[in-house]
């Protein structure tokens, strides 16, 4: 089984700060990594797919890179609506499985 | 725009089994090109992806809980299924369903909390 850890498991940031979360895979997953916002309540929302493409309707101050074992999502200048939980997902080929990783929460400092 | 319901009784008795629908406006299920996807997010916990089924019925599951997760497609509805056999306290969750074109999840349901208790 392929896992995903996400760092920080949360952080306190400021509007107007870069942020950047790291999710790292146990072994190589080449691009299948997408990343979501989840607001309490709310349902997540697609943010970013295979690592770097960002979904239709995201602003662009979100941006994502990697590959293999080790990716980025960053936040360009934190806004007060980008306040949530973010998570990390991959796909597992054979056999397919998708996996999240276990979320990171941005709060206001 | 597609959109995704999710719909079903929001407490079941330990034992017994969960089954949940998820009905889709916007798009058919039938079209091809998409996936139809489970997943559940334990009350204050992370996400954990159940299950998927393609139009044709084809489907894959977490290995976790496929001796006890059923999908199915009902086209004629523009539907999509979960059963989910001899659920205890632990399946206690808000379930979701989505759509996806086989490795991501781009549009979801609102999300339905499912209690197991007697």
């Known amino acids: 089984d392929i896992q995903l850890t996400q760092s920080p498991s949360f952080l306190s940031a400021s509007v107007g700060d870069r942020v950047t979360i790291t999710c790292r895979a146990s072994q190589g997953i080449s691009s299948y990594l997408a990343w979501y916002q989840q607001k309490p309540g709310k349902a997540p929302k697609l943010l970013i797919y295979a690592a770097s493409t960002l979904h239709s309707g995201v602003p662009s101050r979100f941006s994502g890179t990697g590959s293999g074992t080790e990716f980025t999502l960053t936040i360009s200048s934190l806004q007060p609506e980008d306040f949530a939980t973010y998570y990390c997902q991959q796909l597992n080929n054979y056999p397919p499985e998708f996996t999240f990783g276990p979320g990171t929460k941005v709060d206001i400092k | 725009q597609v959109q995704l319901q999710e719909s079903g009784p929001g407490l079941v008795k330990p034992s017994q089994t969960l089954s949940l629908t998820c009905t889709v406006s916007?798009?058919?299920?039938?079209?091809?090109?998409?996936?139809w996807n489970w997943i559940r997010q334990h009350p204050g916990r992370g996400l954990e992806w159940i299950g998927s089924?393609?139009?044709?019925?084809?489907?894959f599951y977490n290995p976790s809980l496929k001796s006890r997760v059923i999908l199915s497609a009902e086209t004629s509805k523009n539907q999509f299924s979960l059963k989910l056999t001899s659920v205890t306290a632990a399946d206690t969750a808000v379930y979701y369903c989505a759509r996806g074109p086989g490795t991501y999840f781009e549009s979801w349901g609102q999300g339905t909390l499912v209690t197991v208790s007697s």
């Open positions: 916007g798009g058919s299920i039938s079209s091809g090109g998409y996936y």
């Open positions: 089924i393609y139009y044709s019925g084809s489907t």
